[in-house]
């Protein structure tokens, strides 16, 4: 019973944090019909949604483990680096990532290309119309 009741105000706790936090950018891309929103907090966490599914999010579960996700940027690399990084609990572990690069197409626009889940950071951008680059759209 007592048990029942730590994990239920744990997962309250984790829910209210994420939706009090101040989204810092909203950003919107389509592949083929399907809608991807990337939401970054100001305190460098994301969550990345496939339509209405979240895919990556800020305090998730994941293999039966709580996890954090982290948001890292490197803009003196070029091309651009953009990791989404998800972390156990105590951000001392590295559960999984999506290494990516990204280009800023002016204030609104953003073109980003990841991995998804080989470990290899992308190089280019090449060659163009490739499925795993994201046009993303700035809201």
Request: aromatic residues 12%; without cysteine.
């Amino acid at each position: 019973m007592m048990r029942s009741l730590l994990l239920f105000l744990l997962l309250i706790s984790l829910a209210h944090s994420i939706y009090s936090q101040k989204s810092f950018e909203q950003w919107k891309a389509s592949q083929k019909g399907t809608y991807f929103y990337l939401n970054i907090f100001d305190d460098s966490t994301f969550v990345l949604l496939k339509s209405k599914d979240t895919l990556v999010g800020n305090h998730m579960i994941y293999n039966n483990e709580i996890t954090k996700s982290k948001i890292n940027v490197d803009t003196l690399s070029k091309p651009h680096k953009l990791d989404l990084v998800i972390y156990d609990a105590n951000m001392t572990t590295v559960v999984f990532q999506y290494l990516g690069i990204f280009e800023m197409l002016g204030k609104q626009k953003m073109r980003v290309r990841f991995d998804f889940g080989e470990g290899k950071r992308p190089e280019h951008f090449q060659p163009l119309g490739n499925p795993e680059t994201l046009l993303f759209i700035k809201q």
